[in-house]
């Protein structure tokens, strides 16, 4: 059964420019959650999407955005980067919170 | 406001020997779960173990339990008979159980515990 598969592993972006990460869920799986991990605030949920419709926000600002598809594969787009933003990007998926989220290796977005 | 807590930043502990790790949260829900995740150097959240709230037994996964205290709002994480491959950050864990429109809430972490395992 595969995992829960983010791309790309590493992604280096300059302040201002935009970049859209990408998470696969485990089959079967419908709901799908990002979180934000950096040294300093930890991990810190963004938001989360359940039948290609986003049911969950967490407090980041609007350049913060993202979607699903019918398949259940979303994208996490962050637009007008800040140097802030670097961080590893999680994404989880879950058939019900209660037997817990499977995570993938992240995302570790650097902004130049 | 749901919170989740941990104490301790950083622990070591010998190789074969016994370490517990410290969680303390905050809820005013009466039926929930809690879960123990693992990031070792590879930075992907493994799932350690999960206790539901309303089960009275610790719960138990071969060399992991846990010693949950309800009325005291603490999640000890045991690890015995640590291993070289135990060394990771380890986070304490809370979902928030919306549960309308199909949504699975959120989890709410703690700041980690990083364990170090000496040989």
């Known amino acids: 059964k595969a995992g829960v598969t983010q791309t790309p592993r590493y992604l280096i972006k300059t302040r201002g420019q935009q970049v859209t990460l990408s998470c696969s869920p485990i089959?079967?799986?419908?709901?799908v959650s990002w979180y934000q991990q950096t040294p300093g605030q930890g991990l810190q949920f963004l938001f989360e999407?359940?039948?290609?419709?986003?049911?969950n926000k967490g407090n980041f600002p609007g350049r913060f955005s993202g979607r699903q598809f019918s398949n259940s594969r979303s994208e996490m787009n962050v637009s007008t980067l800040e140097l802030g933003d670097s961080a590893l990007y999680l994404c989880?998926?879950?058939?019900?919170?209660?037997?817990?989220?499977?995570f993938g290796s992240g995302t570790r977005l650097t902004v130049v | 406001a749901q919170t989740v807590t941990q104490s301790q930043p950083e622990m070591s502990v010998q190789e074969a020997e016994t370490v517990t790790l410290s969680c303390t949260y905050d809820?005013?829900?009466?039926?929930?779960?809690l879960f123990w995740y693992k990031q070792p150097p590879s930075r992907q959240m493994i799932l350690v173990i999960r206790q539901e709230a309303y089960k009275q037994q610790n719960a138990t996964e071969n060399r992991f339990s846990v010693n949950f205290q309800k009325a005291a709002k603490s999640f000890s994480l045991k690890i015995s008979d640590s291993q070289l491959g135990d060394a990771a950050m380890y986070f304490c864990a809370y979902p928030t159980t919306l549960n309308y429109g199909g949504s699975q809430g959120n989890l709410i972490f703690g700041k980690g515990t990083k364990l170090s395992v000496k040989p």
């Open positions: 809820t005013s829900e009466s039926d929930y779960y």
């Open positions: 999407y359940f039948s290609e419709t986003q049911r």
């Open positions: 089959s079967g799986h419908r709901s």
């Open positions: 989880a998926s879950s058939w019900t919170a209660n037997y817990g989220y499977t």
